[in-house]
T-cell receptor, first 115, second 114 residues
């Protein structure tokens, strides 16, 4: 079985401040890790994913996440946020073998960027 | 433009009625998924299908049914057996169903059962 815990349900920050959204997972097998973003009243979009190799992965809009196997974490960070980053962010995990694309999602973190 | 279409955007039904949610994709993806989203609970997998005419139960399949007669379509029926059907339903697809694939999501259907 797998589980994902997003430690903060809401994170308010001011524009241009740094932000970290925390994600911890539990799994008995090797995992792939994902961050998805959901803008209001829309579906989810992939932000970034860790499959293998470098533990630091980056998105095209300045977010990055680091896979820490010993701490079973995959925290999402951005050094300077914009108003447009306001959204709900979901961390997700899938097993690497025999999981057939099934994702287990965390509860979500609502990021609100204030001017 | 390629993408996933879910209709309708909002759906209202009386308690005890079955209702079918539509999901269509023109991405030529083999795999399709249905998730339920409730506030503060994230997304939970209802059913998934890796190929036409085959589908598997997810974590919360009770009270739901699906079919996959065409590659492009994966409709979800919410039956009267589902005890708490009011939720936001999201359909997704991926190229092969491999766990490395990115899942592409539709805009969702918000179902309210009165």
């Amino acid at each position: 079985a797998q589980s994902v815990t997003q430690l903060d349900s809401q994170v308010p920050v001011f524009e241009e401040a740094p932000v970290e959204l925390r994600c911890n997972y539990s799994s008995s097998v090797s995992v792939y890790l994902f961050w998805y973003v959901q803008y209001p009243n829309q579906g989810l979009q992939l932000l970034l994913k860790y499959l293998s190799g470098s533990t630091l992965v980056e998105s095209i809009n300045g977010f990055e996440a680091e896979f820490n196997k010993s701490q079973t974490s995959f925290h999402l960070r951005k050094p300077s946020v914009h108003i447009s980053d306001t959204a709900e962010y979901f961390c997700a995990v899938s097993g690497t073998v025999g999981w057939y694309g099934k994702l287990t999602f965390g509860q979500g973190t609502i990021l609100t960027v204030h001017p | 433009d390629g993408g996933i279409t879910q209709s309708p955007k909002y759906l209202f039904r009386k308690e005890g009625q079955n209702v079918t949610l539509s999901c269509e994709q023109n991405l030529n993806h083999d795999a399709m998924y249905w998730y339920r989203q409730d506030p503060g609970q994230g997304l939970r997998l209802i059913y998934y299908s890796q190929i036409v005419n085959d589908f598997q139960k997810g974590d919360i399949a009770e009270g739901y049914s699906v079919s996959r007669e065409k590659k492009e379509s994966f409709p979800l029926t919410v039956t009267s057996a589902q005890k708490n059907p009011t939720a936001f339903y999201l359909c997704a697809s991926s190229i092969t169903g491999d766990s490395t694939d990115t899942q592409y999501f539709g805009p969702g259907t918000r179902l309210t059962v009165l």
